[in-house]
């Protein structure tokens, strides 16, 4: 908490008191101001550790459930937790906070012939901790067949930029706490995300205790809108420069190289499909590969679909590529299954569309469903991005996200809107045009990705990693032929 917030609550707690001091008695003086403090009850902290990891868990894939227990309650579809009955104390020398919860949550899936369960993560004993501008969440950490760790320090937090509001009773709140994964979290979840890994958002709340918590007093504070950094403007559009006059106009009329309504010539498209899902599908819990073929390389941590082909209209700015290569995800000793394939780009202005043909395999059945050309995710192109430049035209990082029919493509593991990986396009249109160097791609084969993240450790797979997950129960809308290898 920032330091003028608890100083409210403090104010507030002496006020609701009836001015009574809040420090120990007199007798205890000598003890030092270390001991001197105010007492907490009735607290709340709402944090959901993982959104996608908890749609992995109850997902297809998954198979499992979240039993919220002793306290703690979880919100309807899959929502996030509410730790309650927050007890604590509210350091006046130093300004610290720590407050005790209520409650555990435990995490069941991939249950096995035995019925006992692959994951199988429990969160007790939670605590949060801030001092100034940055806190932790600690949790007693129980996974399957091991012991219990007392107090790992999962998640650090930052409170730089939230501001306190008022409560119900008098209640201090501080909405959206940004939360990362900590070193000993990403430790004790098996690595499955690593260091500074983003989790979900905490909103802590606190009372004074001793006293109803002098809400008629502390009702007006949130009124006054502590300073609060002024909003960031939005990033400008890029500025394109007009070339200047030139006094050979013949020469200018040459620019661009394309015709109005010409073909591509040659390009690639650069995309990772979602790295948390990458690093689930090669880590310890799937334990599996992805394989690219069909000309398909890897480009840094993603993949290069290459020989782009198409049309081009640079009086419209419109632009419809297809790309060679395929990409095949597998694990889970071949219950998991994802093969995108025939890659395609249609955009228009500053919007596109990414098409693929999904291939996967069903977890039920264990058959192959194919869809073709399946929209998979929804693009959004910087201004004039599609204007061509020495023959060239560039779509560097186009923010994506899934369509709705790419989230029951992959079985509901993310929700419409959900962000993917950027996408990287890049075509020439004309045939003399050189097209940049690869990153770095590599020749067809098995792509051995780094395991870095997903949420926790059997936190398996990680949510976040989850992402795209729905890696083996992926559910194809139109079944086009029988199991495949």
Do not use: C
């Amino acid at each position: 908490m920032t330091v003028t917030a608890l100083r409210r609550l403090a104010y507030a707690a002496v006020v609701s008191l009836g001015a009574m001091t809040l420090t120990v008695p007199a007798a205890h003086a000598g003890e030092g101001a270390a001991r001197k403090g105010m007492p907490l009850k009735d607290g709340t902290l709402e944090w959901g550790v993982k959104e996608s990891f908890r749609q992995y868990v109850t997902g297809p894939i998954g198979g499992g459930r979240i039993e919220a227990a002793d306290g703690a309650r979880q919100a309807d579809g899959d929502g996030p937790f509410t730790f309650t009955g927050g007890t604590g104390s509210y350091d006046m020398a130093t300004h610290a906070v720590a407050t005790t919860f209520k409650g555990s949550v435990r995490f069941l899936g991939h249950q096995k012939e035995d019925k006992s369960w692959e994951l199988d993560i429990k969160l007790a004993d939670v605590k949060v901790k801030t001092q100034g501008t940055s806190g932790s969440i600690t949790a007693d950490v129980t996974t399957a067949g091991g012991a219990t760790q007392a107090d790992v320090a999962i998640a650090s937090l930052d409170l730089s930029a939230v501001r306190p509001g008022g409560g119900a009773g008098g209640a201090m709140t501080f909405a959206k706490i940004p939360a990362k994964l900590t070193g000993d979290g990403a430790k004790a979840f098996k690595g499955f995300y690593k260091e500074g890994q983003e989790l979900d958002a905490a909103t802590l709340s606190v009372k004074a205790g001793g006293g109803d918590g002098g809400g008629q007093r502390e009702k007006p504070q949130p009124q006054q809108k502590p300073e609060s950094p002024a909003p960031k403007s939005p990033a400008p559009a890029p500025v394109v420069e007009k070339p200047k006059a030139s006094a050979e106009p013949a020469k200018e009329r040459k620019e661009p190289a394309a015709p109005a309504l010409g073909t591509i010539a040659d390009g690639n498209l650069d995309w990772g499909v979602k790295k948390s899902f990458r690093d689930y599908v090669t880590g310890p819990v799937a334990g599996g590969k992805a394989e690219v073929s069909g000309g398909a390389g890897q480009s840094g941590d993603g993949y290069r679909f290459p020989k782009g082909r198409g049309s081009y209209d640079a009086g419209t700015a419109a632009l419809d590529a297809a790309f060679d290569g395929a990409v095949r995800f597998t694990g889970h000793e071949g219950q998991l299954d994802l093969k995108l394939s025939d890659l395609k780009v249609k955009a228009n202005g500053t919007s596109g569309t990414l098409y693929a043909d999904v291939s996967a395999k069903e977890r039920s059945s264990g058959k192959v469903v194919d869809t073709d050309v399946m929209p998979l995710a929804k693009l959004k192109l910087p201004a004039d991005a599609l204007k061509a430049k020495d023959g060239v035209v560039s779509v560097p990082a186009a923010p994506a996200t899934l369509t709705a029919q790419g989230a029951k493509a992959f079985g509901g593991m993310y929700k419409e809107g959900q962000d993917l990986d950027p996408v990287n396009v890049t075509v020439s249109v004309d045939k003399n045009a050189t097209l940049p160097a690869a990153t770095s791609a590599a020749a067809s084969g098995t792509a051995e990705l780094a395991q870095t993240g997903a949420s926790t450790g059997p936190l398996l797979a990680a949510a976040g990693a989850l992402a795209l997950a729905g890696g083996a129960a992926v559910y194809a809308t139109r079944r086009r032929g029988g199991a495949r290898g």
